[in-house]
């Protein structure tokens, strides 16, 4: 079984902190933003064995293009598989309640 490197990119780091950020400063509870942000890296890195075996996602144009999502808590990390490099990119985390189509609509208008 080949052993995928996991590179989490700019803007899902960026989407992470501010999870993070909103649970320890406006829901005052930053033990819970500490562990949810440990739980959600444990699932990315995870995705280091085996990443195939979550199917792309139903929403299109986005499944076509071979994205995926892992459910974590309640988020979701949208991911997408370069299987000839051997690595998995995390490229956005995002609460699991938000309109998923309109999210990732929105990712599509960020450069």
Known sequence: M??????????AESQLENIAHYIAS????????????DDIIDAVEGLSHNPEKYHPIDEEPWGSQGVRKIHIKNYYAYFGIDIENATVWIIAI?????????FLSSLNNQS
Do not use: H
């Open 94 to 102: 995002v609460y699991a309640k938000r309109d998923q189509k309109k």
């Open 2 to 11: 080949n052993v995928f490197e996991v590179t989490i990119t700019p803007q």
């Open 26 to 37: 406006e829901l005052k509870d930053p033990d819970a933003a500490e562990n949810l942000v």
